[in-house]
């Protein structure tokens, strides 16, 4: 089967989709026909419509795509988007990319508890609290089965001078990925978890261009990854092409740490 419509008009909710491979994955879903709710962080509600109005005109005929404010590491906003995600569409999604994560890179020597903090608080309870609501508003709906995809890290794997916070938060992404797959499964709600490598986003913009060179020299398939790389992979998990998947940590890496 051909990609398009594969995902025939199911509902999406991606957080982070203002920017980098959140916003590629929302174009990539909506080109297999999901309908996407784009979700991102309040301070960057422009960028989440800018996201929603660049995916019209995706065939066979234009999806209702939305834009919502959320701070993810908030559980009341975290509950308020469920409940105008399930106001706009009528139904709850059924397909979660949670995408939306910040980095505070500090030596550990010197991390200061605020910023562990703070980057646990979006990229590991942030992903937790989406996941939680988004299978519960399923369950309560009696919703057959759905895909929640977490963004972790190939750092949390093996770690990175300067990101104590960000791959103990990351590590935590997986190994909360590997519980919902346990619990969920029942549900018929499958749970998988990418891990990019380095990926040219504006995230990365903030790595000194000496590194980003050093990795790319390492990376086995010769480049940085593109946000295109990572949605390719989202969309492959949030399809039924994936159906027999579930609680994976799927590599995306150009064979970065292999
Ligand atoms: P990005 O900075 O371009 O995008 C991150 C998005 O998250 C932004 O739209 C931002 O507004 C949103 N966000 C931040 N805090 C939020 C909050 N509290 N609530 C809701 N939204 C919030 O970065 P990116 O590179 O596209 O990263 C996307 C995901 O991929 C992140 O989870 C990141 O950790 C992960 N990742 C990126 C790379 C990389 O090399 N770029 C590598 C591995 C993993």
Request: glycine share 14%.
């Amino acid at each position: 089967m051909g990609s398009a419509g594969r995902l025939g008009g199911a509902l999406a909710l991606v957080t982070g989709g203002a920017s980098g491979i959140g916003r590629a994955v929302c174009a990539r879903l909506a080109r297999d026909g999901a309908r996407v709710a784009v979700a991102v962080a309040d301070r960057d509600e422009v960028g989440a419509g800018d996201t929603a109005r660049g995916l019209r005109g995706h065939p066979p005929t234009p999806p209702p795509h939305a834009a919502f404010g959320v701070d993810v590491a908030s559980a009341p906003s975290v509950t308020q988007l469920l409940a105008r995600v399930q106001e706009h569409f009528g139904a709850p999604p059924s397909i979660l990319v949670g995408c939306a994560g910040i980095t505070r890179d500090e030596f550990l020597l010197r991390l200061q508890e605020a910023p562990f903090r703070e980057v646990l608080g979006v990229n590991l309870t942030g992903t937790f609290l989406v996941t939680q609501a988004v299978a519960q508003a399923l369950v309560a709906a009696g919703a057959p089965g759905g895909s929640i995809i977490h963004v972790g890290s190939v750092v949390g794997k093996v770690g990175n001078l300067g990101q104590a916070n960000y791959a103990a938060a990351k590590a935590g992404v997986e190994g909360l990925t590997r519980s919902c797959a346990k619990e969920l499964a029942r549900f018929g709600i499958r749970c998988n978890v990418v891990l990019p490598g380095f990926i040219v986003t504006p995230m990365t913009a903030k790595v000194p261009p000496k590194v980003l060179e050093k990795f790319a020299g390492m990376v086995p398939l010769g480049r940085l990854g593109d946000p295109q790389d990572v949605a390719d992979v989202c969309a492959f998990l949030a399809s039924e092409d994936s159906s027999y998947i579930t609680g994976a940590s799927v590599e995306v890496t150009g064979g970065l740490f292999m």
